[in-house]
């Protein structure tokens, strides 16, 4: 089987592994996340702690089926791709990204979204992907209907943000 915790590089990107991050990197990753404009749309909005987040890396040292990458372009730091809940078996698993708000490269998005097939249909040869959206967040429904995904279907009121119920939009691209 594919080791999924090396680093891969390809075409000038390369996509480090979380678990194989310095102490540097881990921090500016965590600040990344922390960012007002990545952490609203998340499911979780509290600020991570260096310790939360340093032990989250720790323990993807054990996980088999959830991985991280950091992506840099020409040394830059773009944003963040995971695959999760990849099932080898049924070749699919779901996808999650976050781009740099300090990086002021354009197109960014369509870098990571672009990484991230690469990887899952190219690499891992997955034939399915999915992603969750939270319904508010039309921006992402938008570049992701643009990028390929299609809606599959809704969990009805499954996230609570500021009091109030929201759905979340299931996305998917099949490997073709």
């Given at each position: 089987?594919m ?5 891969f590089?390809?075409?000038g990107?390369?996509?480090k ?9 881990k921090?500016?990753?965590?600040e990344?996340?922390n960012?007002?404009s990545?952490r ?5 909005e509290?600020?991570i702690?260096?310790e ?14 959830n ?19 990849i099932?080898?078996?049924?070749k699919?698993?779901y996808?999650?990204l ?6 002021e ?15 899952a ?7 399915s992907?999915?992603?969750e ?13 643009k990028?390929g995904f ?7 009121e499954?996230?609570l ?7 979340v939009?299931i ?6």
């Amino acid at each position: 089987m594919m080791n999924l915790k090396e680093n891969f590089a390809f075409n000038g990107i390369l996509l480090k592994n979380f678990t194989d991050t310095s102490i540097e990197e881990k921090e500016m990753v965590r600040e990344c996340r922390n960012n007002e404009s990545v952490r609203k749309w998340m499911y979780s909005e509290e600020i991570i702690s260096q310790e939360e987040h340093f032990n989250f890396i720790e323990n993807l040292r054990k996980d088999n089926k959830n991985f991280y990458w950091i992506v840099y372009k020409d040394e830059e730091f773009i944003g963040v791709i995971s695959l999760n809940n990849i099932n080898l078996k049924n070749k699919n698993g779901y996808l999650g990204l976050y781009s740099n708000p300090f990086c002021e490269l354009k197109n960014k998005g369509h870098l990571l979204i672009n990484c991230l097939k690469k990887l899952a249909f190219d690499i891992i040869d997955l034939h399915s992907l999915k992603l969750e959206v939270i319904e508010n967040n039309e921006r992402a429904v938008d570049f992701y209907t643009k990028t390929g995904f299609k809606e599959e279907g809704r969990l009805k009121e499954f996230v609570l943000k500021d009091g109030k119920w929201l759905d979340v939009i299931i996305l998917g691209i099949l490997n073709r």
